[in-house]
């Protein structure tokens, strides 16, 4: 499965904030975070990897990646803004989202 930026950002998007808490040192991701996004690759997987999901009439994958995305929002409220002492000899700051 080859997806592009632009026609495909908001999968994309889903399968990058897994992968930044699957890789991350700081933090883990809950039982349901994980089913959320098992939900929804599931459901993307059954439409066939119907990529319009957002468009036209509402899917149960439509509702998937809704509440993955909506469920994440409200975590990355809660999580405290860290300071980063140096990131490739840059100092900064992020949000412990990913690096």
Do not use: W
Request: net charge negative.
């Amino acid at each position: 499965m080859m997806l592009t930026c632009a026609a495909h950002a908001e999968t994309i998007n889903v399968l990058n904030t897994h992968a930044e808490i699957r890789a991350s040192n700081e933090q883990d991701g809950s039982e349901k975070f994980y089913q959320l996004f098992a939900d929804f690759v599931r459901l993307l997987k059954e439409s066939d990897y119907d990529f319009g999901y957002l468009q036209d009439i509402p899917t149960p994958l439509t509702q998937a990646y809704g509440s993955f995305i909506a469920y994440n929002y409200e975590l990355k409220k809660l999580r405290p803004k860290r300071e980063i002492r140096e990131v490739g000899g840059r100092r900064g700051s992020m949000d412990g989202v990913g690096a």
